[in-house]
């Protein structure tokens, strides 16, 4: 049987409310009788109770905000869902989540959104997907040093902050991923084109990109490598662009579309009557570009666990508050699913 706080408190010499303020860090407890009464309910393997914990905190809930960018995306909107269903599902323990979303790439919209979120609404801990700018940076580690606030990064991730941990898709091997892919359906000829709307801010977008042309630029190679940027993730800005690389590269064997946009991609591929000459390689478990697989437009697409990342950044920030337990690793990597149309029905 799991040691209770009375018995804890027995072990330590303290009173029952004293190791319950220690084990919940409700703060008024001497550090070195807080390290003993920790110490003691580790070595016991003591569980904290979370309902019990919810009935305690009814009338103080705690409050974890949420900051998320690019949320106009058909594979953003199903990471919100899965953390807004996470969200109702806390909300039995006592734990309410208030969301802040933004279809921009702007770090000062970002930061005024934390601070709205820290000094109106109070929150006990964060979970974004960050900007990797030093603004952004900055601002959560203040946040971890001054004030104290747990901070987990999904989607993207500043790795130079003080955050608990990050998850989501390891993006530099996924670019290898698709460079590997690349290399095979190409038998490593002609020209491979590239296609990415303006990354600054957004460190998954460049890492993909870089992870792609390391793996795929090596020596020997016979490949060709063609970069283009467009000016934004808008359909028919994408669609104007593929077409042009289209007509201007004769020898284009394959396309990678990193950035949404990717239906403009697909339309001029069909448009052009290139569809199955010019193999196509897209992120995004989306239902659009899954269809594209389907009626063999699209090679391959690389899905990366919408689910996992809206749902457990706010698991673990409350089990953080609530149960004292830190995240087991900096890296909840997703997994890296390349999709095809000889498994995708087995997959889904």
Known sequence: MAITLNQIAQLCGVSRGTVDRALHNKGNVRPEVAARIKAVATEHGYTPNRAGLALSRAAHPIRIGVVMISVETPFMQMVLDSARREARRLSAFSVEVIFRLSQSLDPVEQVS??????????ISAL???PLDCLL???KL???????????ITFNTDLANSRRLCYIGQDNLASGRTVAELMRLVTRECGTV???????????????????????????????QLQEVTIPNDNRDVAYEHTLRLLRDTPNLTGIYAITPGYAGVCSALVDSGRA??????MHDEIPANLHEIRRGVADFVIGQDAQLQGSLPLSLLADHIQLNQRPQKEFYHTDIRVLLRHNIDNLL
């Open 136 to 138: 952004v940076e900055t």
């Open 141 to 151: 580690n203040e946040l971890t040093e001054q004030r104290g606030i747990p901070i």
């Open 127 to 129: 979970a974004l997907t």
């Open 193 to 223: 084109a590239t296609i990415i709307a303006p990354f600054l801010y957004h460190s998954a977008y460049r890492e993909r990109l870089a992870g792609f042309k390391e793996e795929l630029l090596t020596p020997g190679s016979q490949l």
């Open 113 to 122: 959104m934390i601070e709205e979120l820290v000094e109106q609404h109070h």
């Open 276 to 281: 199955h000459e010019v193999h196509l390689i």
